[in-house]
């Protein structure tokens, strides 16, 4: 991988254990089967920001520890195209937020080399957006026509009470007990979506180890109030 984008590095809490798959199964178990998969396999992953995409493309990269690669372009397309030179030596490439360069011909045309690169060795591609790849902006016909031939899948969204289940999944991973009042509690004080949430829960879990606190709504609303 191009040094450019080096370091980086996976979000601890990014694995296949800690999301949530109510809705998503289809999705979860195709990624979760990519180290066993034929030759060649790859994804499309869209849907509405904040519903864990990221996630779990960083989880697919988990399974495949130094084989893979992760590419968040809304974070280093500013450093041009050649943060993907070297990545078609990668058995797994995951491409995250690929509508943030969709349209620039420079990003484009790398990418298009860079998918017929894998395609033929063999590996796997996987991208994410928040359109289906029709939608996606694309303007190489070459590049859209190689997307719209990945395995396509909409990431769901989740219902509160799933929401309120991702959440207590999450402070499980972390080592904290977050009680159904208390995730209610939090759910009714920020905003709903997981992104917002769980930075909620980061914050929360850095202060109750700090005070040897347990996770209480009185404890909570004093996190907050002093926020």
């Known amino acids: ?122 590996r796997h591609l996987v991208v994410s957006a928040v359109t289906a790849p029709r939608a996606s902006g694309i303007a190489l016909a070459d590049l859209r026509s190689r997307m719209q031939r990945l395995a396509t899948f909409q990431l769901r969204g989740l219902d509160d009470a799933a929401r309120m289940e991702a959440l207590q999944l999450r402070a499980r991973h972390r080592g904290l007990e977050l009680p159904d009042e208390t995730a209610r509690y939090l759910m009714s004080r920020s905003r709903r979506d997981m992104r917002s949430l769980y930075e909620l829960l980061d914050r929360l879990d850095l202060e109750a180890l700090r005070a040897q606190r347990r996770l209480t709504i009185p404890f909570v609303k004093d996190v907050l109030q002093s926020g």
Not at 80 to 103: K, Y
Not at 107 to 112: M, N, V
């Open 1 to 122: 991988m191009s040094q450019l984008a080096l370091p980086l590095r996976l979000a601890d809490h990014a694995i296949f254990d800690t999301f949530l798959d109510a809705g998503n199964e289809a999705l979860v178990d195709y990624l979760r089967s990519l180290t066993s998969a034929a030759p060649g396999q790859g994804a499309w992953v869209w849907g509405a920001p904040a519903t864990g995409k990221s996630h779990l493309l960083q989880a697919a990269c988990e399974r495949f520890g130094d084989r893979a690669a992760y590419v968040p372009l809304a974070e280093v397309a500013g450093a041009g195209p050649a943060v993907l030179e070297g990545l078609e030596s990668r058995q797994l490439v995951c491409i995250d937020d690929l509508d943030s360069v969709a349209g620039d011909p420079a990003w484009e045309r790398a990418l298009f080399v860079l998918c017929n690169d894998l395609i033929e060795a063999g």
